[in-house]
């Protein structure tokens, strides 16, 4: 497995990360054992790195995750989950709150210590609360060994590096702005890192947007994006290929030269991990790419903060 170096001194995380929140059910049923599957074959292909929050199936995930992290040893995986995000519509940056959402994590992971905590979703909470009760409760707990590294999550770029930077935080991680159709973390990542913040990318598929299928009816993008998505799966399948896999191929094997240290992709069997990994270590198809490239060439980097559509991402 691909890894790299998690900020100057930290440990070498894998370039495909887990993401953990499908083993809360949050898009399916999955079972404790199916979540154990999928986790034990993480590790086994050098899976190391696994995100998570409270927030994920209302605590199910994060359950679900410490059952199958049961009996591994703790420097075997670098876990990250959240603070802050408490419901769909519901935010608690209060010291009181992350303390106590800190300890519940802990409990559910079967851990003392996580290695990367973050403030989850920070442009829907209250900013002065996030900066002066949850970033100053995190640098404590990082100053204790309770925590390794303090990191922020979110959509709005701007806003997420303004805070990283003046915060001194040593993680970000982004979502849906590392695709085939918008590649705004780019830039921003690559300034984030020049600093020593470590920057993840999140939903490289574009919750959805980026799939044969198409996107949820509740997927805030465009109709001008959503149509360019299909366009692009219908030509992929012409060339006998799946738009979903050539997604994944960019983003994952493009991260590195974007300034990404790693990429977190929702995985909730062991045969989704398989073609992760495919994605990850197969040649892209030229034609394929090209193909993609050119029928979303007129939404590229429109966002849904500006092309807003009739949906709205949970919460928002």
Not at 237 to 257: C, H, I
Request: glycine share 10%.
């Amino acid at each position: 497995m691909i890894s790299n170096r998690l900020g100057a001194e930290g440990p070498r995380v894998s370039a495909l990360a887990l993401g953990a929140a499908s083993l809360g059910g949050v898009y399916q049923p999955v079972s404790q054992a199916q979540a154990n599957l999928v986790v034990a074959a993480a590790l086994e292909a050098g899976v190391n790195l696994i995100d998570v929050a409270p927030y994920y199936g209302a605590t199910r995930a994060e359950t679900a995750l410490g059952a199958a992290l049961r009996g591994v040893p703790r420097d075997d995986v670098v876990l990250m989950t959240k603070v802050g995000r408490q419901g769909d519509k519901s935010w608690d940056f209060s010291r009181e709150a992350v303390l106590r959402s800190l300890d519940e994590s802990r409990r559910r992971l079967g851990v003392d210590r996580i290695d990367v905590l973050q403030c989850h979703d920070i442009e829907y909470g209250d900013r002065q609360q996030l900066l002066d009760e949850a970033l100053p409760a995190l640098r404590e707990l990082k100053a204790q060994g309770v925590i390794g590294r303090i990191g922020v999550t979110g959509y709005d770029l701007a806003l997420l590096e303004e805070i990283a930077l003046a915060e001194a935080v040593d993680t970000v991680m982004a979502y849906c702005t590392y695709t085939l159709q918008d590649q705004r973390l780019a830039p921003v990542a690559r300034r984030l890192a020049a600093q020593g913040v470590a920057v993840f990318n999140a939903s490289p598929l574009g919750m959805g947007l980026l799939t044969a299928d198409g996107p949820p009816d509740w997927h805030p993008a465009h109709d001008r994006v959503r149509d360019a998505a299909m366009a692009a799966a219908r030509r992929c399948r012409a060339l006998g290929a799946d738009l979903s896999f050539v997604a994944l191929q960019f983003a994952l094997q493009t991260a590195a030269q974007a300034g990404v240290v790693s990429t977190v992709v929702g995985m909730s069997r062991p045969e989704t991990l398989r073609q992760n990994i495919a994605a990850l270590t197969t040649q892209i198809d030229p034609a394929a790419l090209a193909a993609v490239q050119d029928a979303l060439a007129p939404v590229k980097d429109l966002g849904w903060d500006l092309l807003p559509g009739h949906g709205g991402k949970a919460g928002a």
